[in-house]
């Protein structure tokens, strides 16, 4: 028997109430947490890629020891639903056995790396974000806050600049530029030397006074504070870049495929794990790699035209003990509604996990109605408030 897990979450929430629990920390596999259908346990593949036997692996253990959902988070995690106490230390076994587990919660909660999804082999980027989350879990490593991450973006453009990451590194003149999110500059170094130098901001960050009392802390803080970068992260401007949205469909890398609100069933994954390895985006879409065209499964989103791709919903109630109300049947009935180009987002709460960023429209679920929020978040000021939600679509009509 192992030791009992950790848990970033537990207890229920007071639905009496309209603000949402903020909590300092991510859920992990060691560290599952507690949700309205069993415990989520989120899996980080390193640098964001499974390999087919591990893809195989997870659709298997989601199955045999959750309730067979498994969703895509926006740090391209995936999350296991309906875990049980009782299958909890099989389902590490299993994680374990197919290389996915780290040495313990602490470990896990270190290894916060995004990548970019469309790199090529040769590239440098897939083997930079997997010697940055080998270092990150060295004892030489800076003990971060569990949300401080790092975004690798490594094309010839950045694709992952509304991606939430407290250090960057991109690719300039053929080096890597690492710099602190919110700064204008940063150090262009050796693609070498990129990894240590991402690790000594961390440690300036650190040092400069980032982590509060609690543990928590985030580089944009840290900034807003006026706390002065070193030196070497000022001598280089960070290159402007248009705004990056992902397209369903094929690219160089391979197939680019969505999902309703960016769950999936075990079955669906085991089903693509059958084409190939597979790379988790933070758009929660999945992109087949070396794929030449687009799989013909059920349950995939395959056309960049789909309405379900302009609604976002977090899982809402019941399967959330902080939501208010339901949100994925109201999100699939207002998909039609909205224009292309635009996002719905609905929200359980007012903590807007499935879209932090603002949205042309947000509802947000309160404990009489939902709340209208026009290009805002979910917490933000409404519009309108208490809707009853049989009168939404007329609403948005008339919002958009
Ligand atoms: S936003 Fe949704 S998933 Fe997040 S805490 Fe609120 S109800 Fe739960």
Redesign the pocket.
């Known amino acids: 028997m192992g030791q009992p897990p950790q848990f970033a979450g537990s207890g229920r929430?007071d639905l009496s109430k309209a603000a949402?629990?903020i909590q300092g920390w991510c859920p992990g596999a060691l560290r599952p947490m507690e949700?309205g259908d069993g415990w989520v346990v989120r899996v980080r593949p390193r640098a964001g890629r499974l390999l087919p036997e591990q893809a195989r692996g997870i659709a298997a253990l989601s199955t045999a020891h959750g309730n067979g959902l498994i969703d895509l988070s926006a740090r391209a995690n995936v999350q296991l639903r309906g875990v049980t106490m009782a299958s909890h230390t099989p389902l590490m076994d299993g994680l374990r056995a197919l290389g996915l587990l780290d040495d313990s919660a602490d470990a896990e909660s270190q290894r916060n790396v995004t990548l970019a999804p469309f790199w090529a082999q040769g590239d440098g980027a897939y083997d930079l974000a997997l010697d940055l989350s080998a270092a990150l879990t060295a004892p030489s490593a800076p003990r971060l806050p569990s949300k401080f991450g790092f975004v690798v973006d490594m094309g010839a453009t950045p694709i992952l600049r509304d991606i939430a990451g407290d250090i960057r590194i991109e690719r300039v003149d053929n080096r890597a530029l690492i710099y602190a999110t919110g700064t204008q500059t940063g150090a262009a170094v050796p693609l070498a030397d990129a990894v240590p130098t991402a690790l000594d901001l961390a440690h300036w960050f650190a040092d400069a006074g980032g982590i509060g009392a609690d543990g928590r802390g985030r580089m944009a803080q840290l900034l807003a504070q006026g706390a002065v970068l070193p030196a070497r992260f000022a001598a280089h401007a960070v290159p402007a870049a248009l705004p990056f949205t992902p397209r369903i469909g094929l690219h160089s890398a391979g197939a680019l495929v969505g999902f309703e609100f960016g769950q999936m069933q075990a079955d669906t994954l085991g089903a693509l794990a059958q084409l190939g390895p597979l790379r988790i985006t933070p758009w929660r879409m999945v992109l087949v790699e070396g794929a030449t065209q687009m799989p013909a499964l059920p349950h995939l989103i395959t056309n960049a035209d789909d309405p379900m791709l302009r609604v976002i919903?977090?899982?809402?109630?019941p399967?959330?003990?902080?939501?208010?109300q339901p949100?994925r049947d109201l999100a699939r009935a207002l998909a039609p509604h909205i224009p292309q180009g635009q996002i719905c987002h609905v929200?359980?709460?007012?903590?807007?996990?499935?879209h932090p960023t603002p949205a042309a429209l947000t509802l947000t679920?309160t404990p009489r109605g939902f709340d209208l929020v026009q290009n805002g978040r979910?917490g933000d000021t409404a519009q309108r408030a208490d809707l009853n939600p049989t009168h939404i679509p007329q609403a948005i009509v008339h919002a958009l």
């Open positions: 929430a949402p629990i949700s919903a977090c899982t809402g109630a399967a959330c003990t902080q939501a208010h949100t929200s359980g709460c007012a903590k807007g996990c499935a679920a979910a």
